[in-house]
């Protein structure tokens, strides 16, 4: 195994009823004035909202809301809610909601606790100094934002979409109660569990090269999520499903599959996802859908991590041992698994053709440097884009 430092210092409170556990826990820390941060429309119909301001005001906390953060979170609604975060003295944020909610959060918080602008901070400009804390309510899970230092920000004037992490951006405390997501959409959650599969992917196929238990973790993980999503729809309000999903999602990119590695992952699946975000608002999921079979494949055809590929295909995917070419026939599959999912697998499947690369591949290179197994650059992020066409 090589060398690692794990920390993870969230306090997650997992279950159903567990919502009002966030009066005591920002009682605790001395927290009387917070900025409350939601989606469009979600948490307002399933009275969450309603809920959680009753809450509040019995227990004298006072908060300004701000609402209406989109999924690929705009730098323009940050900015908003920064400033009303500074007039009304939060001393917390509290997102309601999914990655794009709780990563909108901790770009606030830094830069409220930083007294950056925003994207000064996002491309590095100036450090982060300070944070406010952030306690935070899940209902969508997939990004594991609620447990991580990350968040992922768009500018739609440049069409950047840009990840940031740093150790203050943990959520102090994160509230994840599965049974809030029973009003998520079929195919929100199965993008939510793809995105959970591909987080794992990142690390495990990037290389065998930690402990036996961190490998067959990984593989744990990804058949966990293929088994309920595999169950749905039948079991989309059957609670035993749904918080297994819930479990994968939150842990699944908390750090720990990548433990022991030479490479924490790979993420080039990401990054060149963020472009696809950033220049046609894609969901995000789908964003992965149409590049890791084809990233696989690319990989593959330079000679790479057969052994790698061909034990996923095998231990995960249900491919015969003695399939002529199991690393192949693994990439089949899991192209197979995205399509039973009602995912797309391909660039053309959504529209994208050979006269688009340019530009996305430029958008990519922007936030490089990435990827592990092959290292991008201008040149790889376009053949790799070319061979998902
Ligand atoms: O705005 P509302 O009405 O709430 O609708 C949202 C939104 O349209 C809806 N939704 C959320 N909770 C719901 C619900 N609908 C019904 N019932 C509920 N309980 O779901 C839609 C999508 O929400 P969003 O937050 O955008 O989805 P997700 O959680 O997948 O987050 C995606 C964002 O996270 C980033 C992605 O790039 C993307 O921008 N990621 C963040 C990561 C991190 N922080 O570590 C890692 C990931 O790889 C990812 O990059
Ligand atoms: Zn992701």
């Known amino acids: 195994m090589h060398?690692?430092?794990?920390?993870?210092?969230?306090?997650?409170?997992?279950?159903?009823?567990?919502?009002?556990?966030?009066?005591?826990?920002?009682?605790?820390?001395?927290?009387?004035?917070?900025?409350?941060?939601?989606g469009g429309k979600s948490v307002f119909a399933s009275g969450l909202y309603d809920t959680i301001v009753t809450l509040f005001r019995e227990a004298g906390i006072s908060f300004e809301t701000v609402s209406g953060v989109q999924p690929n979170p705009r730098l323009s609604k940050v900015r908003e809610a920064v400033e009303a975060a500074g007039k009304s003295r939060a001393q917390a944020v509290v997102p309601v909601g999914g990655g794009s909610v709780f990563d909108s959060s901790k770009a606030i918080a830094a830069a409220v606790g930083s007294g950056h602008d925003v994207w000064d901070i996002i491309t590095r400009?100036?450090?982060?100094?300070?944070?406010?804390?952030?306690?935070?309510?899940?209902?969508?899970?997939?990004?594991?934002?609620?447990?991580?230092?990350?968040?992922?920000?768009?500018?739609?004037?440049?069409?950047?979409?840009?990840?940031?992490?740093?150790?203050?951006?943990?959520?102090?405390?994160?509230?994840?109660?599965?049974?809030?997501?029973?009003?998520?959409?079929?195919?929100?959650?199965?993008?939510?569990?793809?995105?959970?599969?591909?987080?794992?992917?990142?690390?495990?196929?990037?290389?065998?090269?930690?402990?036996?238990?961190?490998t067959e973790h990984s593989e744990a993980y990804v058949r966990a999520v293929m088994?309920?999503?595999?169950?749905?729809?039948?079991?989309?309000?059957?609670?035993?499903?749904?918080?297994?999903?819930?479990?994968?999602?939150?842990?699944?990119?908390?750090?720990?599959?990548?433990?022991?590695?030479?490479?924490?992952?790979?993420?080039?699946?990401?990054?060149?996802?963020?472009?696809?975000?950033?220049?046609?608002?894609?969901?995000?999921?789908?964003?992965?859908?149409?590049?890791?079979p084809n990233w696989m494949e690319y990989v593959?055809?330079?000679?790479?991590?057969?052994?790698?590929?061909?034990?996923?295909?095998?231990?995960?995917l249900g491919v015969p041992e003695t399939a002529a070419d199991p690393a192949a026939a693994g990439i089949d599959a899991l192209r197979a698994f995205i399509h039973s999912l009602d995912m797309?697998?391909?660039?053309?499947?959504?529209?994208?053709?050979?006269?688009?690369?340019p530009a996305l591949a430029e958008n990519a290179a922007r936030t490089l440097p990435f990827g592990s197994v092959i290292p991008m650059d201008l040149a790889t992020i376009t053949a790799v884009l070319e061979r998902s066409l």
């Not at 899970?141 to 991580?148: K, L, M, Q």
């Not at 950033?278 to 149409?290: E, G, K, N």
């Not at 052994?307 to 995960?316: G, I, M, N, Q």
């Not at 797309?344 to 690369?357: E, F, G, M, Q, Y």
């Open 344 to 357: 797309p697998s391909r660039l053309r499947d959504v529209d994208i053709t050979a006269k688009d690369i």
């Open 125 to 214: 400009k100036h450090a982060i100094t300070g944070a406010l804390p952030i306690f935070g309510i899940l209902t969508l899970s997939g990004t594991s934002s609620e447990i991580n230092d990350t968040a992922v920000i768009n500018n739609t004037d440049t069409n950047d979409k840009m990840p940031v992490a740093h150790p203050l951006l943990y959520p102090a405390v994160s509230i994840v109660d599965p049974s809030l997501q029973y009003t998520v959409p079929l195919q929100q959650v199965r993008y939510g569990g793809f995105d959970t599969i591909v987080h794992v992917l990142e690390s495990y196929l990037a290389g065998n090269d930690t402990a036996g238990v961190i």
């Open 3 to 38: 060398n690692f430092t794990y920390h993870s210092p969230t306090k997650v409170i997992f279950g159903q009823g567990t919502v009002p556990k966030i009066v005591p826990e920002l009682q605790k820390a001395g927290i009387s004035r917070v900025l409350l941060l939601t």
């Open 227 to 292: 088994r309920c999503l595999n169950a749905l729809p039948e079991k989309l309000n059957d609670y035993a499903t749904r918080s297994e999903l819930t479990f994968c999602a939150t842990y699944a990119f908390s750090g720990w599959c990548g433990l022991g590695r030479a490479s924490r992952g790979d993420f080039a699946t990401h990054r060149i996802g963020h472009a696809l975000s950033a220049l046609y608002d894609m969901p995000h999921a789908v964003t992965l859908s149409v590049i890791i």
């Open 300 to 316: 593959l055809g330079k000679g790479l991590n057969r052994d790698v590929f061909a034990r996923f295909a095998v231990t995960v």
